[in-house]
């Protein structure tokens, strides 16, 4: 067994930079790596680059990093429901990235399984086609996009084990599973850590060659965007 | 004029038994409401699930399940859960059979932009542009013109595009509408008391009215 | 629910013609579709190509419908451990493409991903390159590569439910979900099959969505090719 | 001279605590018995299993469990299933750290030949080109010479490549050898009772010899 526990979110990233360039994974603030985040407010670290779906919301998630000016890029495919963020991005701040969600997802998975480009149809014709190559196939027309890799990637699984094979639940699998495998540093949080052997090897979602450090976090909020019930 | 619902209600007659759907954020979400009882079809969320059902019970409610409006939901029996990458690999390979979205305009070849409006904050495409690109069959809900009058249904879009030429069907306040191969917006249903003529001044792009036009059965 | 059910291999093939093009689910004899290469059998179609990362043994797999001289073309990895796919090849009678193995794998999945090309570096100034192109990222080069995709995908899962989603056992799950992703009409075959409702959604490999037919098959052999045991 | 079980013996003495290693058929599936017990590292194989455990017991075979070669093994505690493409997915992107095969020929610039035999019947490369393409590490296990004494250690390989400039280490029945960033051998060690002077006459491509050449320890 390969064991990859560290103790704590801030031990998890201690040797994480001004200027790095991470992944976090989550849809929204679903499945987000909330101690992680927690973590690199405390740390204080500048200049980042975070490639993300969202940007989250002012107080919660990525917001968070947007308050304390830690966040210089953003890449991601929808940056809605921010106040801060817009301020930042309309006052020159911040730099926004906009790419198609599933060009995103795709050039996340390309990095993790050394796939360095590939043709997607997603945005031909479109200002996201501009300076990129296009090839038509069948008749039908490409671009090419290139892969994503990250010096971190933060992900959040339901149950992991200490060699770091994940686990998700619901829909707060989204962007984990391909950040997971795109970073040079991948660091899992999970909801419960398990010794190995207890996970069913048939049901693991992200092998632990992926994830370089695991722990498990705390205090988890799951903050729910958009509470929509029926009577 | 149709009313949102009434948009909604009139796209659902589009569903067939069997179909996978994504519904778009907006009237598209409604159409689900309005889908006959004996018709079976899955409604897919590109955040990763197969198979959304109803609006969960208070007590229900759960955090790790959202769709892609990040809406808490339900699974249906027989739901699958899978990542974004997954998720569009379905999308960009034709398997999900009807694709329901909004759009700001439409164009009378079949363009559509619905992401951007310049000079407003730039919230992002989403997944759109996804969909738009791959999908076998895209149907648009939509206001037949804007507030002040100015028809959404054109020659040319103004607003930066979403995709070229995808969109096979709009339904809109005022009409039903196929677009052509060749181009140009053919006329297939009235709203109910709306005319040939009212649509005729609110459709900017090229109308084909051919023959008598039907009054939509709602 | 949308009911994927046939009532047999027969029932699920009936529309296969001759010279189609199938994948075959699989590596070596494990995770094969034995019910429906038995009724391919039966049905005696001829002219097939068949994508498929081995050709089976003489007297099992794939192996079945060489003898029977139902294959035009085989496009696997490997095709070691069959003496008649060997004299036939030798013979002229077989065609016969080699693809590396983790490019296969990949081709299948961009067929069911929508994506028609990629770059790997598998092959490079191999014979693999032939004809192909190449291109240099970070200073490595990578060949172009093309999806594939099938007339008819046979797949083998372990369950499956009415409404095709499947989740595969062990390393039999290997080259079978991306097939599933890829072929025109994909035909599951599990070896049990359960209403919709009884598979957990979060432990699910393949979505019924890629599923066009699915029957629970009937005597397996899971023939084993190298029985190696310790004492 | 090593026999097999030596060779696998002296490339178990690279292995290093942490590893996720990939082992080929023949010679490198040996060297797993070889590994130190306080060692702790993954085997890959490629048909979708991280975690390979030691061949089953009679009552404990599952054709369901095999190997790369085809061969029923176990699962280690902490073992993960996947599919083919997700496999080479992690070889392609350099998660494996070590990958140990067999090879036909290497040349001094470290090109690998490994697959297929002019005029023999060709089986196929598997897996072997994806591995020598992405590995980060790649250690050949080989004989020094042909059966008719023919150096496989050549200045170029003769037979078809399996990849280019990807072998970093070798380790055949006579010696230990790197292969140069520049191109050229480099002799590290000797195997029990070979010269450095057999080792000369049985490497075509150019050796380097650098001070004493220590011998094996096994």
Not at chain 1, 45 to 50: E, N
Request: hydrophobic share 40%; proline share 4%; aromatic share 6%.
């Amino acid at each position: 067994m390969i064991d990859k526990r560290v103790a704590s979110a801030q031990e998890a990233i201690q040797d994480i930079s001004d200027n790095a360039t991470l992944m976090i994974g989550g849809f929204g603030l679903c499945g987000l790596p909330e101690n992680l985040i927690t973590a690199l407010l405390k740390k204080g670290v500048k200049g980042l680059t975070c490639i993300s779906n969202n940007a989250g919301v002012d107080d919660f998630g990525i917001g968070l990093l947007l308050k304390t000016r830690q966040v210089k890029k953003m890449i991601s495919s929808y940056v809605g429901e921010n106040e801060e963020f817009e301020r930042q991005l309309l006052s020159g701040e911040l730099e926004v990235e906009l790419i198609p969600q599933g060009t995103l997802a795709e050039r996340c998975r390309a990095g993790g399984a050394g796939i360095p480009a590939f043709f997607t149809p997603a945005g031909v014709g479109t200002e996201v086609a501009e300076g990129k190559e296009t090839r038509v196939f069948n008749g039908k027309t490409y671009l090419m996009e290139h892969w994503l890799r990250a010096d971190f990637s933060f992900v959040k699984a339901w149950k992991g084990d200490y060699s770091g094979n994940l686990i998700y639940r619901g829909t707060a699998r989204n962007f984990n599973p391909m950040m997971a495998t795109a970073g040079k540093i991948t660091i899992a949080e999970v909801e419960e850590l398990v010794p190995v052997g207890e996970l069913d090897p048939n049901q693991i979602h992200t092998p632990g060659i992926f994830v370089h450090r695991i722990f498990q976090g705390k205090d988890y909020e799951k903050r729910i965007e958009q509470r929509t019930v029926s009577i | 004029m149709l009313d949102k619902i009434g948009i909604a209600k009139r796209i659902a007659q589009e569903v067939r038994d069997g179909m996978y759907i994504n519904l778009g954020i907006g009237i598209p979400t409604l159409v689900a409401n309005y889908i006959p009882k004996n018709i079976h079809v899955v409604l897919q969320s590109e955040n990763g699930l197969l198979g959304i059902g109803p609006f969960p019970k208070e007590h229900e409610v759960d955090a790790d399940l959202i769709n892609a409006g990040k809406q808490t939901v339900t699974m249906m029996p027989g739901s699958a859960l899978f990542s974004s990458a997954d998720s569009f690999g379905m999308i960009r390979s034709g398997k999900v059979d009807l694709t329901i979205l909004g759009a700001m305009e439409v164009s009378e070849n079949g363009d559509i932009a619905n992401w951007k409006v310049p000079g407003k904050m730039v919230k992002g495409m989403g997944g759109a542009m996804d969909l738009v690109a791959s999908a076998k069959n895209i149907i648009v809900a939509m206001q037949h013109c804007s507030k002040d009058g100015a028809s959404k249904l054109l020659k040319k879009c103004t607003l930066p595009i979403t995709g070229l030429r995808c969109v096979k069907k709009i339904v809109s306040d005022m009409a039903v509408l196929n677009v052509l191969p060749d181009g140009g917006f053919r006329l297939l249903e009235r709203a109910p008391g709306v005319s040939v003529e009212q649509i005729k001044n609110a459709t900017a792009g090229k109308l084909v009215v051919d023959g008598e036009i039907p009054e939509m059965k709602i």
